[in-house]
């Protein structure tokens, strides 16, 4: 059944309003009608099962059915990427959002070849996230954060060396450790796993060596160099499947 996102100000008691350009597109690309059942979501972490009850020429009203909440996973991971050349950063958000990233947040390291996001590009960023929760029935929205660079991270994660934090850095030079064998033995403490993803020169040895004293454990994604979108899809799909386990 169709999913698409509601604004939770326009979602009260049991009723829902769409308008704008949402309305546009349930109305006139989609033609919904009064009667049909759709399911929407307010991007918060709620799904409801809704019936459309009336369409006029700015927007549509409706009737909340019944209601489901997202359960949170225990396990929260975000994903802390370089911005790979050209369109690729697209597909990657979306693809993170599918498989359940918790957040996104773009990482200028050393070798970057992108150091920066318009305002536009910034906000299509949101919307390929929100658009990616409605095609997956994915109850919440992947925040896409401001851009950071690396430095600024493990200035923070050094002075909050955080128990219940565990950051996996794929490092083309590690062959001994895969993210399997580290989240094999993970502690029940942890609550959080940041993923970091290098540009595609690599990173930088004294970004390793920084890492390293911030208790970050490099790992080995395969004796193949991937590109930064396939690394990051690679590393966070395997961390999904053993916290989902």
């Known amino acids: ?5 509601v604004n939770p100000k326009n979602i009260k008691k049991n009723t829902f309003t769409i308008e704008e350009e ?3 597109y349930l109305a006139n690309v989609r033609r919904f009608s009064s009667g049909d059942e759709i399911k929407i979501f307010d991007g ?4 409801f099962l809704a019936r ?7 927007r549509i009203t409706g009737t909340v059915i019944s209601a489901k909440t997202f359960q949170n996973p225990r396990v929260k991971i975000s994903l802390y990427t370089a ?12 693809k993170a959002s599918e498989i359940g990233i918790y957040r996104l947040i773009p990482v200028i390291y ?7 996001i318009s ?3 910034f906000e299509r960023y949101q919307k390929i996230s929100l658009s990616a929760s409605s095609q997956c029935s994915r109850a919440d929205i992947m925040p896409v954060e401001k851009i950071e660079t690396f430095e600024s991270i493990l200035k923070f994660l050094n002075g909050n060396m955080l128990q219940n934090t565990l950051n996996i850095m794929p490092w083309e030079c590690e062959d001994g450790r895969s993210i399997s064998k580290i989240l094999s033995g993970i502690d029940e403490k942890i609550t959080y796993i940041n993923i970091f993803i290098g540009p595609e020169g690599g990173f930088e040895q004294k970004e390793i060596n920084a890492a390293l004293k911030c208790d970050f454990k490099t790992v080995t994604l395969g004796k193949n160099i991937l590109r930064v979108e396939t690394a990051a899809i690679v590393a966070s799909s395997l961390a999904v ?3 989902e386990n």
């Open 1 to 5: 059944m169709p999913h698409f996102y």
């Open 22 to 24: 949402q309305f546009h």
């Open 44 to 47: 918060l972490g709620n799904s």
């Open 52 to 58: 459309i009850d009336n369409v006029t020429k700015e």
């Open 83 to 94: 911005i790979p050349k050209g369109d690729r950063f697209e597909w990657l958000i979306e």
């Open 110 to 116: 050393s070798r970057s070849v992108v150091s920066e």
């Open 119 to 121: 305002k536009s590009k």
């Open 241 to 243: 499947s053993y916290v």
